[in-house]
């Protein structure tokens, strides 16, 4: 687990680093406003595109998606795990007692 987030850390800093290359060239010029909850996405998808390039972006979000799949994955083993323990724990108490 530990594994999977220090991987997510390093993607969000080499966003960081190429938004922070990107703002340095003069790409992030205009501003977009946001009034609506539903264009949230929308305003995220056009704010990521305009700021790192469209390639850059859709590399950066695949690899982003996938370790947070592979993330969420791992939580959801472990706490079976340990469910499957307390229940087990629980079993064997019940039938000493």
């Known amino acids: 687990m530990t594994d999977i987030v220090v991987k997510i850390l390093l993607e969000l ?16 010029s205009e501003p977009v406003t946001v009034y609506k909850l539903p264009l949230l996405n929308v305003f995220l998808e056009k704010f ?28 959801v083993a472990q706490t079976l795990s340990v469910v499957h323990g307390l229940v087990n724990n629980t079993r064997v108490v019940m039938e000493g007692a």
Do not use: P, W
Not at 50 to 74: F, I, N, W
């Open 13 to 28: 800093l080499s966003v960081l680093a190429l938004a922070t290359k990107q703002i340095k060239q003069g790409r992030f």
């Open 48 to 75: 990521a595109k305009k700021l790192l390039g469209e390639s850059e972006v859709e590399a950066v979000l695949q690899r982003l998606d996938r370790l947070t799949q592979e993330e969420a994955r791992t939580t």
